[in-house]
Nanobody
Framework: QVQLVESGGGLVQPGGSLRLSCVAS????????MGWYRQAPGKEREMVAT???????NYVDSVKDRFTISRDNAKKTVTLQMNSLKPEDTAVYYC??????????????WGQGTQVTVSS
């Protein structure tokens, strides 16, 4: 089984920064796509940022030039650096990875979610 442990959420003032981290553990044979999603109250879950094994990244338009996603393959970790935070960024943020176990197929795994609140 694969487990994702998220950290870094919290309360921050507008214009501030937070760094979210997600560490994968378990009998993982390989990981390709890693990403962050968020869900605000009354909203559907949306993709925030993803990173592929070749290093390419993708961001939702609303966070471009403010958020940066990165990965450490050796540590099986994906990080989301969030700068210039806005109240509209308030949401529960979920880590997701696509991983494969030995002799198994590729499956998406989700973290428990971490609350990010941007408010004065």
């Amino acid at each position: 089984q694969v487990q994702l442990v998220e950290s870094g959420g919290g309360l921050v003032q507008p214009g501030g920064s937070l760094r979210l981290s997600c560490v994968a553990s378990g009998s993982i044979f390989g990981i390709n796509v890693m990403g962050w999603y968020r869900q605000a109250p009354g909203k559907e879950r949306e993709m925030v940022a993803t990173t592929t094994g070749d290093g390419s990244t993708n961001y939702v338009d609303s966070v471009k030039d403010r958020f940066t996603i990165s990965r450490d393959n050796a540590k099986k970790t994906v990080t989301l650096q969030m700068n210039s935070l806005k109240p509209e960024d308030t949401a529960v943020y979920y880590c997701k990875i696509r991983a494969i176990l030995y002799a198994r197929s590729w499956v998406d795994y989700w973290g428990q979610g971490t609350q990010v609140t941007v408010s004065s």
